[in-house]
């Protein structure tokens, strides 16, 4: 079979068609696009429409090949952890704005929030915590991966750092709310790293009532939420006696994080 046929009996959209057989066969995109007429060896062939069958059945191209760049840094993901987003990056890209010898990001998943801030700062000491053993692992590989020393903790959001405290949290945690239409469309990703309680806010009533008692003086926390959440966070950061309390957009425009200090 060549290139030009394979991509033909995908049965996929375009980009995903050629990424997926770019990563089953080894040639670049760039060939894909410029030799349709090479033939694929069996191999190839097969893994190819194998992962396009996988795909056709709804998994996500960054499972189906097992990697996903964020922040620079190509991290291997599995279904044990979050596909990171490209609005995540605004968490990271906030967290660098200002100096820190000390940061904690809460609910790592792959590790990407931790590992982009230490491959910044690697001065700083970083610390991640996940209450998933799974993810850790994950994310414990793609810090070897990348030689990123961070120091990994298993456990339930605060519960790990005892007394600690810091100059930066970080977190970007489940915000969907239980019954959300959007959860039908994430069904391969780990309900943990997703779901919310009945409005949403459950982990992030947590995170905020927490921070205060993690934080250094003047320290930093910085929350990931969702669309039409940024008022409740600052007014459930605001209460919690946190100061200069404010939101920003992602670049679609959608206020996506919002942050305060101690
Ligand atoms: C939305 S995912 C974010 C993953 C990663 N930080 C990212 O941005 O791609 C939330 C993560 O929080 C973890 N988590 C959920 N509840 C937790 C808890 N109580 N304590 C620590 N981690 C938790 C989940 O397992 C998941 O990995």
Known sequence: MTIAEALGAADLEAREARLLLAE??????????????RTLSREAEERFLSFAARRRRG??????????EF???????TPA???PRPETELLVELSLQAEFSSAVDLGTGSGALALALKRHRPGARV???EASAAALAVARRNAVKHGLEVE????????????ERVDLLISNPPYIALGDP????????????????????EHLRRLV?????????????????GLGQDAEVRGLMQVAGLRGVRTWPDLAGIPRVTGGKA
């Open 71 to 77: 922040y620079g840094l190509e991290l291997a993901v």
């Open 127 to 129: 610390v991640a915590v």
């Open 24 to 37: 089953a066969s080894g040639f670049s995109q760039a060939s894909v696009i410029a030799f349709p007429e």
């Open 152 to 163: 990994f903790r298993h456990g339930r959001w605060f519960e790990p750092l005892a007394a």
């Open 182 to 201: 959007h959860l039908a469309g994430l069904g391969h990703e780990p309900a943990q790293a997703l779901e919310a309680g009945p409005d949403g806010l």
């Open 81 to 83: 952890v979050l596909i």
């Open 59 to 68: 998994e996500p191209v960054a499972y189906i090949v097992g990697h996903k």
């Open 209 to 225: 009532a927490g921070a205060a008692r993690h934080l250094n003086p003047g320290g930093r926390l910085l929350l990931e939420h």
